[in-house]
Nanobody, 126 residues
Framework: QVQLVESGGGLVQAGDSLRLSCTASGRTFSNNAMGWFRQAPGKERDFVASITWNGGGKYYADFVKGRFTISKDSAKNTVYLQMNSLSPEDTAAYYC???????????????????WGQGTQVTVSS
């Protein structure tokens, strides 16, 4: 059974940093694009960032460019999201996602992603 498990969320103040982790189990994700999405209460699940299977390509939503960095460690089957300069607008549940093997990472709709974690809450106070 494939599982994606996020960790690293929490309550921080505006301007602080957090690093989210997502570890895959049940199979290797070395050939899979990985991504992060977020969802605030009453809103749709929005694309945040994605990374190609080999880590060579990284894509970001405009609202996080320059603040967030996605990376992956294939040996650990883990993808990270480093979040800097957090603001209250970043408050949301953050979800890790993966696509089926060898598919592009350049897709922004949640419905295009095949595997999901349970989410980790990030709350930023002003």
């Amino acid at each position: 059974q494939v599982q994606l498990v996020e960790s690293g969320g929490g309550l921080v103040q505006a301007g602080d940093s957090l690093r989210l982790s997502c570890t895959a189990s049940g199979r290797t994700f070395s050939n899979n694009a990985m991504g992060w999405f977020r969802q605030a209460p009453g809103k749709e699940r929005d694309f945040v960032a994605s990374i190609t299977w080999n880590g060579g390509g990284k894509y970001y939503a405009d609202f996080v460019k320059g603040r967030f960095t996605i990376s992956k460690d294939s040996a650990k089957n883990t993808v990270y999201l480093q979040m800097n300069s957090l603001s209250p607008e970043d408050t949301a549940a953050y979800y890790c996602a993966a696509r089926r093997p060898l598919l592009t990472a350049q897709v922004w709709g949640a419905s295009e992603w095949d595997y999901w974690g349970q989410g980790t809450q990030v709350t930023v106070s002003s």
